[in-house]
Antibody
């Protein structure tokens, strides 16, 4: 059973960079896409971006200028960096496995982490 | 930017049938996925590829598609089905992932 766990600071100051890491256990990262998704308090889900195990990425156009997702398959981890944060970036951040495959070429999310609340405040 | 539109809320009595819709221009070409999210928990996929049910999801959950609208149907609704439900798909090129705004299902 694949499990994902987010880790990182729960409080970030405005204008600084939010950094989170997702550790994958119970399965290999190979041949999969891996995504970050966030949810502001009381609001809906927003896809941030995904990374393929080989390192290729794709980001939500609304966040693209501030987002970097990277992967370290040797550690079974992938990471999120979001720069120049404001209070609007306060959210629960989820990491998730993307079920995309060549035989089923759709992006969807079959395994999720429990989520990490990140607050942006001075 | 591409959007998926869901009703903010749906209310039903226990035992009734709940139907939650999701509309988007690319849905005739792209599959939709449905997630259930209970308070304080991560979302769980309940329907994939418009109408397929993952293992472990009760048969009460079903999905359908017609034109630019997909529908999640929950038959014989139980109090434990009270949750937020999100549809998810992609733009017509399949490049960007999009979630609907979510529908709060209330079981009266």
């Amino acid at each position: 059973q694949v499990q994902l766990q987010e880790s990182g600071p729960g409080l970030v100051k405005p204008s600084e960079t939010l950094s989170l890491t997702c550790t994958v256990s119970g399965g290999s990262m190979s041949s999969y896409y891996w995504s970050w998704i966030r949810q502001p308090p009381g609001k809906g889900l927003e896809w941030i971006g995904y990374i393929y195990y080989s390192g290729s990425t794709n980001y939500n156009p609304s966040l693209k200028s501030r987002v970097t997702i990277s992967v370290d398959t040797s550690k079974n981890q992938f990471s999120l960096k979001l720069s120049s944060v404001t209070a609007a970036d306060t959210a629960v951040y989820y990491c998730a496995r993307d079920g995309y495959s060549s035989s089923s070429p759709d992006h969807f999310f079959d395994y999720w982490g429990q989520g990490a609340l990140v607050s942006v405040s001075s | 930017s591409y959007e998926l539109t869901q009703p903010p809320s749906v209310s039903v009595s226990p035992g009734q049938t709940a139907r939650i819709t999701c509309s988007g221009d690319a849905l005739p070409e792209k599959f939709a996925y449905w997630y259930q999210q209970k308070p304080g928990q991560a979302p769980v996929m309940v329907i994939y590829k418009d109408n397929e049910r993952p293992s472990g999801i009760p048969e009460r959950f079903s999905g359908s598609s017609s034109g630019t609208t997909v529908t999640l149907t929950i038959s014989g609704v139980q109090t434990g089905d009270e949750a937020d439900y999100y549809c998810q798909s992609a733009d017509s090129i399949g490049t960007y992932v999009v979630f609907g705004g979510g529908t709060k299902l209330t079981v009266l």
